[in-house]
């Protein structure tokens, strides 16, 4: 993977050291009812998660019990029921504050890419600062090239989405949410569809900026390798609704490699939060059979 000369001419990714413990998540009693007059869905009850900034914190738990609520809760594209999120001590929201007001230090990749067709990587790149006013079009338009060479898509950026594969195409999303310098990267299943040679080229991508950047990254997944292999911490959560059930800390030294995943130090943890996943799974299968009954 192509890691380039640090870009810090035009603004730089690379955070300083005292930067890298921005984007502490602080999740408190925060229930998440769906239209309570009606369906009444208790999607989240009462969770708590405390998230490090610069951590890699890594959402486990059966389809449907309230993932996505939780980070759209941080993104600010949900209001909450009750409790509270807190960004860096900051109430993203809370009482007299249900919902988060959407903002560039929180930016989400979602499972379905949404690259605008019509631009090319380096366009869909430039494309927030320059609406936001932050850079002019020229400036922006060099940083968004800089930061696709880190990304090791220095030769893709005049290219449509169209017209690379799909793993590049979300690697360029990765960098379109970081050229706005957020201190918190939430990820829905980014990699959901991909085969298994793709996903790893993905897994080495984001683990290469991760090192480059250390920003806070929140990150749904269902695949229990690919959350021990990036994480610092496996937060597996309950069926729906979704409460913490355990953390599982990955204590894997940084930067790591592919090779780490046939040691036996990542088999324990395979089988820790296997044992837990699993646990909450018959539940929501038992759920599930109850609701058909
Ligand atoms: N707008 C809504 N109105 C009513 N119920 C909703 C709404 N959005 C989500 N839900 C319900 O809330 C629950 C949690 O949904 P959520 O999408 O957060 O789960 P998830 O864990 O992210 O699922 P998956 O892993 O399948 O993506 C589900 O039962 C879902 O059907």
Not at 52 to 63: F, K, N, Q, R, Y
Not at 73 to 88: K, M
Not at 195 to 220: G, N, P, Q
Not at 247 to 265: G, K, L
Request: charged residues 25%.
């Amino acid at each position: 993977m192509n890691v380039s000369a640090p870009f810090s001419e035009a603004g730089t990714p690379h955070k300083k050291p005292e930067q890298a413990l921005k984007g502490a998540i602080s999740i408190r009693n925060v229930t998440k009812i769906y239209d309570p007059e009606g369906v009444n869905v208790m999607a989240v009850d009462n969770a708590s998660m405390e998230i490090a900034g610069g951590e890699v914190c890594m959402i486990v738990g059966p389809s449907g019990c309230g993932k996505t609520t939780l980070l759209n809760a941080i993104a600010g594209f949900h209001s909450i029921t009750s409790g509270e999120i807190r960004l860096d001590g900051e109430l993203l929201c809370g009482p007299g504050k249900p919902k988060a007001k959407q903002g560039a230090d929180r930016m989400v990749v979602f499972q379905h890419g949404a690259l605008f067709p019509w631009k090319t990587l380096a366009e869909n790149v430039a494309y927030g600062p320059i609406v936001q006013g932050a850079l002019s079009k020229s400036l922006a338009m060099e940083k968004a090239r800089h930061m696709l060479a880190d990304a090791g898509l220095g030769d893709v950026g005049n290219k449509y989405p169209g017209e690379v594969s799909s793993g590049m195409a979300r690697r360029a999303e990765i960098v379109r949410a970081l050229i706005n310098d957020p201190k918190v990267l939430l990820l829905d299943e980014p990699y959901r569809a991909m085969d298994a040679l793709t996903k790893s080229i993905m897994h080495e991508s984001l683990l290469e900026t991760y090192d480059r950047t250390k920003v806070t990254i929140f990150f749904i997944t269902h695949d229990l390798e690919e959350a021990i292999f990036l994480g610092d911490k496996v937060h597996i959560v309950t069926t729906r609704p979704c409460q913490l059930k355990k953390t599982v800390n990955v204590d894997i030294p940084r930067p790591r490699s592919y090779a780490v995943q046939s040691s036996e130090q990542f088999r324990v943890l395979m089988e820790e939060v296997n044992e837990a996943v699993h646990e909450e799974a018959i539940k929501a299968f038992e759920a599930g059979e109850r609701e058909l009954a």
